[in-house]
């Protein structure tokens, strides 16, 4: 009994219910982790476990369903085949919107994802670096052109002071953040900063000296001290009053801010790009993996509600249906319980106010055949009882009643035999008794309510006098139901009242010899 309703409550709606909503709360988390690149690796493969899993539960719970189904089926159980149909068509009606929009969202998905990667973006992307490039190089060239201008004011200073003054006047003008000189192996000659406090400049590191031993001029972009992105423009610079070997002229420029956002994203849509490109493959599986798995979990909860909603709709109908079979097998008692309200409620309340009044029918015709059994045995037995014959015939003047006694008045031995015959048949059996049923068939005949009269047979025992007396029965045929016959052998009686009255003559005349008188008078 604990196990039976520990299955009911497994594979009851309640379970299924709870189930798909942890499988919906997975499947949104889920596809949560597909959108999240940072979250992928983490949450992807543990949330489609427990999808699979979840999704395996309800396949069992479907096809445990489906084969409960098949089974009573076989067994042909009331209702199991309507429950199937609608099972089938309710599938069937999920199953085909449920493909189309399958294939129509796979369509727009991969279409979606493709059109991520379109030509036209990639060249825009090309173009967009192209142009970051070119406007970075008009920047750098611009700013090359901007410091040789100094370099002649430079070469023809006389001494460190008047450096030091053209290097903050470079500065000032042009809005670097620092410029100095240093030779080419690294020693500094002079400086000047925007910062007051700083008393070494930032110093060129190998690549400046390496490309100046080959070139004269050396630009690039870097990352400053706080993080914002500058300039380092070098130049050798010829110097007569320290010497013949040029010096390094450096200038650190500070990128514009609008230009360095633009140049940032740029490169961060570049990168978001090229890693789009890569997750090209897995984002495309995951998002179809996840639409199937929803449309998968969808057909399967369809497939389960039309499983549970055909058992409920059937429900009642099957009811009714075995309710219709008892009555047929002769329980004119059954009673359905009415659970609702509806159209199905009212058909099961019908019901047994039919059955109500089949069996209140049942009970008015077992009292009233019970009543006709005891009349008919009230009757038979003063029939039996009676010392007169009987004989009764319907409408049709066959013979539908009679007693012993007038079987043995008419000297019929088998008369039961001949139940059921007209007057004509039984004047053909029995035709010495053919006058005495002609004159039964001639009084019915002239429709008279009641007739009496003696009947004189002759039979095997001789003459036989009957005193006949008939009564029409009553019906509504203009001649009535029938008729019945009583009649008495009355031969003894009329010899007896003979006999007597021979007797008394005699007596009469034995006194009239015995008087002698009487002759002479």
């Known amino acids: 009994m604990a196990a039976q309703t520990l299955k009911n409550i497994i594979t009851g709606p309640a379970s299924a219910l709870i189930l798909s909503l942890i499988l919906l709360a997975a499947l949104l988390l889920l596809s949560i982790a597909a959108q999240n690149s940072a979250q992928l690796s983490e949450l992807y493969a ?26 009573q089926v076989r067994a042909k159980v009331i209702g199991s085949r309507l429950t199937l149909r609608m099972v089938g068509m309710f599938t069937l009606l999920a199953f085909l919107p449920l493909s189309v929009v399958y294939y129509i969202s796979i369509q727009f998905l991969s279409h979606g994802i493709d059109s991520w990667f379109d030509v036209r973006i990639e060249q825009a ?8 490039q070119v406007s970075l190089k008009s920047l750098k060239e611009g700013q090359i052109d901007t410091l040789k201008r100094y370099v002649p004011d430079i070469e023809e200073a006389t001494d460190s002071l008047e450096i030091i003054s053209l290097l903050d006047r470079i ?7 620092e410029t100095a000189m240093f030779t080419q192996r690294g020693r500094i000659l002079a400086s000047s900063s925007m910062q007051p406090g700083t008393l070494l400049p930032s110093q060129p590191d190998e690549r400046v000296f390496t490309a100046l031993s080959t070139q004269s001029v050396y630009v690039d972009q870097e990352t400053g001290i706080d993080g914002g992105e500058i300039l380092r423009i070098a130049i050798l610079v010829p110097s007569k009053s320290m010497g013949m070997t040029p010096n390094i002229l450096q200038a650190i ?23 789009l490109l890569y997750l090209r493959g897995p984002i495309k599986f995951g998002f179809i993996m996840t639409l199937s798995l929803v449309s998968l979990m969808t057909l399967l909860l369809a497939v389960w509600t039309a499983t549970f909603s055909a058992r409920r709709l059937a429900s009642p109908l099957r009811e009714l249906a075995e309710g219709t079979q008892a009555v047929a097998d002769g329980n004119y008692n059954t009673q359905l319980p009415v659970t609702s309200n509806d159209e199905f409620g009212i058909l099961l309340k019908s019901f047994n106010r039919m059955t109500q009044q089949i069996s209140k029918a049942r009970e008015n015709a077992q009292h009233s055949q019970t009543r006709l059994v005891e009349q008919h045995t009230y009757l038979e037995t003063i029939l039996k009882h009676l010392s007169s014959g009987v004989l009764s015939f319907d409408a049709n003047r066959r013979l539908r009643a009679h007693n012993s006694r007038a079987g043995e ?3 019929i031995e088998k008369l039961n035999e001949l139940y059921d015959q007209d007057l004509h048949s039984l004047a053909l059996t029995l035709p010495s008794l053919k006058d005495f049923f002609a004159i039964l068939d001639e009084t019915m005949s002239s429709n008279q309510p009641e007739w009496n009269e003696e009947v004189v047979l002759f039979s095997s025992h001789g003459k036989q006098v ?16 029938g008729y019945v016959f009583v009649f008495d052998d009355i031969t003894g009686m009329l010899q007896a009242q003979r006999d007597a009255a021979w007797g008394e003559v005699a007596r009469r005349l034995a006194h009239e010899i015995k008087n002698p008188l009487t002759p002479i008078q």
């Open 46 to 71: 543990p949330l489609l476990v427990i999808n699979l899993v979840g999704i395996f539960i309800l396949l069992v719970l479907n096809l445990s369903s489906i084969y409960k189904l098949i089974k």
């Open 125 to 132: 992307m090309s173009d967009a670096t192209l142009l970051g």
């Open 171 to 177: 500065r000032r003008d042009e809005g670097y953040n």
């Open 253 to 275: 420029k500070p990128i514009p801010l609008r230009f360095a956002n633009l140049e940032s994203s740029i490169n961060a849509a570049i990168g978001e790009y090229d890693r």
């Open 409 to 411: 008045i008419l000297d």
């Open 466 to 481: 009957l005193f006949c007396r008939g009564t029409r029965l009553p019906g509504k045929l203009p001649g009535g139901s």
